[in-house]
Structures are given as structure tokens and as C-alpha cells.
């Protein structure tokens, strides 16, 4: 098993910047593939940024040149950096990690707030 703990989320005006944290503990060696996804009120969860193992990364066209995802040393932190944001990334953030590297999600974290006033 994995657990997933995230934090960073907050309230910043248009424009501004945040880093989410997601850490994880228990069994990471077997994590291919680690994620960010959010979640708007009325929207169903979307990709945010993923990377996988070889450190390839994908992002949504949403935030290409806006967010950065990125892991430590160790593969046991997960960070999205969040810059120029948006009202319309206002979301709950959630981080989730996989065994492959693609598929389904195996473990998610519990979400944190983002919220950009305008």
C-alpha cells in the first residue's frame, strides 16, 4: 500500500504562484507513475501533469508553460509548481500514483485546495 499526503494548496489572486506537495510513504518502490489531477465544482477530474519513470513528463494543454511537475532524489515527493494562475485553475488538486505507467490510477492522495481570485 501507499499513502499520499498533499499540501500547498491555498488562496492567491490571479497571476501568483503556488507549490503543491504530495508525499509519499509505504510502498514506493513500485510507483511507475506519479500525477497531479484537479477536480473543478461540476467538472469531472482531469489530467493535470503526470510523470513516469525515465522522468517523461505530460501536461495538459491547459498549463503547458505554466506548471511544472517534478520528483526528489528519492521518488518520494511529488511537486507541481503553479505559476501564472488562472481563475479557471481554481480546483481541488489531487495527487495520485500508479504501479504502470499507464492506466488507472492506484492511489490517490486526499486533495487540496487552489483557489485564484481574479
Known amino acids: 500500500q501507499v499513502q499520499l499526503v498533499e499540501s500547498g494548496g491555498g488562496l492567491v489572486q490571479a497571476g501568483g504562484s503556488l507549490k503543491l506537495s504530495c508525499a509519499a510513504s509505504g510502498s514506493i518502490f513500485s510507483i511507475n507513475r506519479m500525477g497531479w489531477y484537479r477536480q473543478a465544482p461540476g467538472k469531472q477530474r482531469e489530467l493535470v501533469a503526470v510523470?513516469?519513470?525515465?522522468?517523461?513528463?505530460n501536461y495538459a494543454d491547459s498549463v503547458k508553460g505554466r506548471f511544472t511537475i517534478s520528483t526528489d532524489n528519492a521518488k518520494k515527493t511529488v511537486y507541481l509548481q503553479m505559476n501564472n494562475l488562472k481563475p479557471e485553475d481554481t480546483a481541488v488538486y489531487y495527487c495520485?500514483?500508479?504501479?504502470?505507467?499507464?492506466?488507472?490510477?492506484?492511489?490517490w492522495g486526499q486533495g487540496t485546495q487552489v483557489t485564484v481570485s481574479s
Open positions: 495520485g500514483m500508479s504501479r504502470r505507467s499507464f492506466g488507472p490510477t492506484d492511489y
Open positions: 510523470i513516469r519513470s525515465g522522468d517523461a513528463t
